[in-house]
């Protein structure tokens, strides 16, 4: 008879928020396949449980899938977990996942704490509907590019992004978006757990004032529709406040042409008339 794989959530911060389902299948399972093998260990010490466990991190998990997949086969049941929250949400797993289903091995959701809904929860941003992006691109092209596309989506975005990438996405999401309502959360359930609310530059303006930008980081954008308003700015002064921001001129009167809903050729010929 086969064995289960268990995805097991755990905790992003404060240790409470682990269910007794977690601790109990965490003590049943035969090994326990994480990230970084220091991080659970610590996890596992505060809750007292003893139990091998196996690195599956991005560098080593394709041969590691393989190798659980024996053990499932063989009767073990295996816990995945990730270093925080719920796994393969922007973590290691999807191969494991995939393979376990391939092979007929029952797999079994753990549900408990996530970033993303945590972060969703208090944002003060509409939760009709939202859609994760994972991680932003780290360099300004391919992170601009990604917002463009992005920009008239009807729903909440929630990226996730590193505190020394924070402020130069928060510039990209102005340059891209203008003034939509943004939300940075940072350190969730830990000690010094903060929601910055504003438009994109006031957030960044209030994060650039600090000597350094710590902690984990969940980035929130309202939806299109949140930012809907009418335009009063004069066209030129609407792409010189572009072009001030890094924006490229062209880029500028594209973006400002579309917010108008005019086509480019008439708001270049409302700047050279």
């Not at 729903?155 to 510039?171: G, I, K, M, N, Q």
């Amino acid at each position: 008879m086969t064995g289960t794989l268990f995805i097991i959530s755990t905790p992003i911060g404060n240790l409470e928020d682990i269910t007794m389902r977690a601790v109990r299948l965490l003590r049943e399972a035969d090994v326990i396949a994480c990230e970084d093998t220091r991080q659970t260990r610590k996890l596992l010490d505060h809750f007292g449980i003893s139990k091998p466990m196996l690195s599956y991190h991005e560098h080593n998990e394709a041969a590691r899938s393989a190798e659980l997949i024996e053990r499932l086969r063989a009767g073990e049941n295996v816990g995945l977990v990730s270093d925080a929250g719920t796994p393969l949400v922007s973590d290691p797993g999807y191969r494991l996942v995939t393979a376990a289903i391939g092979a007929g091995i029952s797999v079994v959701p753990v549900p408990g704490p996530s970033a993303v809904m945590t972060a969703l929860a208090a944002a003060g941003l509409a939760t009709d509907s939202f859609r994760f992006c994972g991680f932003l691109p780290p360099k300004t092209s391919a992170r601009r590019k990604l917002l463009e596309e992005l920009k008239n989506e009807s729903c909440t975005l929630v990226f996730y992004e590193a505190p020394h990438r924070v402020l130069a996405a928060l510039d990209d999401v102005t340059a891209t978006m203008g003034a939509r309502p943004v939300v940075v959360a940072r350190e969730l359930t830990k000690l010094h757990e903060e929601f910055l609310r504003g438009t994109a530059e006031e957030v960044r303006a209030r994060l650039a004032a600090r000597p350094v930008v710590r902690g984990e980081i969940v980035l929130l954008i309202g939806k299109a529709e949140e930012a809907a308003q009418i335009d009063e700015t004069p066209v030129a002064e609407a792409v010189r406040a572009l072009e001030q921001r890094g924006v490229a001129r062209m880029d500028a009167i594209k973006q400002v042409a579309k917010a108008r809903g005019m086509s480019k050729r008439d708001c270049y010929r409302l700047l050279t008339s």
